[in-house]
């Protein structure tokens, strides 16, 4: 987030690939979808904001790209690392760390889900926040090939990256600053992610 901020209050917007760094922006994503801590869906906001403050649709297109290649990708290796965790005796550290992410009650229902929808609910598991983690490791324990894995997520990303795309484009249309549109959009997406958790952390702690 820093980095894009900084990027979109120093550059000038006629220039989005010196303000963004596409580059930049694939590889933060990319770590984002292996190490899922990184808010990956408020840089692609952000780098839209940037682009849409440009006013040119090639440079939408690119950070959509971008970002869905990216995401894809990082999906795959993970998905990957996770079936050799499985095949191993030992397990392995990124087995383990979707283990951790994944608490038994969404486990259980991204594996009922997962029953009844097939691979389809990978596409709404990316667009619900904290919902990828626990359909991935419900893939890995039903042992889902990679590549039926694969055709399921090639929609799931192309989604994600449309939806927090169109975020971004929303909050660049409502200031004139590339900056203020930044904030408003990495202010959004972040109050998307944590309100799920949020609202169970109320539910377990009502009086019944």
Known sequence: MTFLTVAATTVPPESTQQAIGYPSLFLLVLIGALVPVVPTGALVSSAAVVAFHQSAP??????????????????????W????????????????????????????????????????????SRLVPAGRIPVMLACLLAKTP??????????????????????????????DEPWEGVVAAVALTLAISVTPSLWRKVRRTAPR
Request: hydrophobic share 50%.
């Open 146 to 175: 990679l590549r039926t894995f694969a055709r399921g997520d090639v929609p799931a990303c192309l989604a994600w990256a449309a939806t927090y795309q169109v975020i971004g484009i929303l909050g660049g249309s409502l200031f």
């Open 81 to 124: 690392l996770g079936q050799r965790g499985m095949r191993s005796k030992n397990g392995s550290r990124w087995l383990e760390t979707l283990r951790d992410r994944a608490p038994e009650d969404r486990l259980a229902q991204a594996q009922e889900k997962l029953r009844d929808h097939g691979i389809t609910v990978l596409v709404l």
């Open 58 to 79: 090639f440079a939408l297109l690119l950070v959509f790209g971008v970002s869905a290649t990216a995401a894809f990708l990082g999906d795959i290796t993970l998905y």
